[in-house]
């Protein structure tokens, strides 16, 4: 099993990000997959998830209207896109599939 997060970087504040999660290694069309982030000093926590086939997204409400989970099961790739960014988002993205195999992170940094 293989995540492979990419897209973070230093953006300003209120800038956007569109964050990728290229899987292999297990059946990625029918598995639910999420993203979580990692602040320094601070928890993983959750910020999206996004079912198999049906498509069926939730976001935590600290990111609701602004940032959006969606998949291609064509290309076994999960993405977050990012919008109207805040410093309380800086932190390590991570990538989680259904069986709790995770990606390594990707570094995002909002700040001025």
């Known amino acids: 099993v293989q995540l492979v997060e990419s897209g973070g970087g230093v953006v300003q504040p209120g800038g956007s990000l569109r964050l990728s999660c290229a899987a292999s290694?297990?059946?990625?069309?029918?598995?639910?997959m999420s993203w979580y982030r990692q602040a320094p000093g601070k928890e993983r926590d959750w910020v999206a998830s996004?079912?198999?086939?049906?498509?069926?997204?939730t976001v935590a409400d600290s990111v609701k209207g602004r940032f959006t989970i969606s998949r291609d099961n064509d290309k076994n790739t999960v993405y977050l896109r990012m919008s109207s960014l805040k410093s309380e988002d800086t932190a390590v993205y991570y990538c989680?599939?259904?069986?709790?195999?995770w990606g390594q992170g990707t570094q995002v940094t909002v700040s001025s």
């Open positions: 989680k599939n259904e069986w709790g195999n």
């Open positions: 290694g297990f059946p990625f069309s029918i598995h639910f």
């Open positions: 996004i079912s198999s086939t049906s498509g069926i997204t």
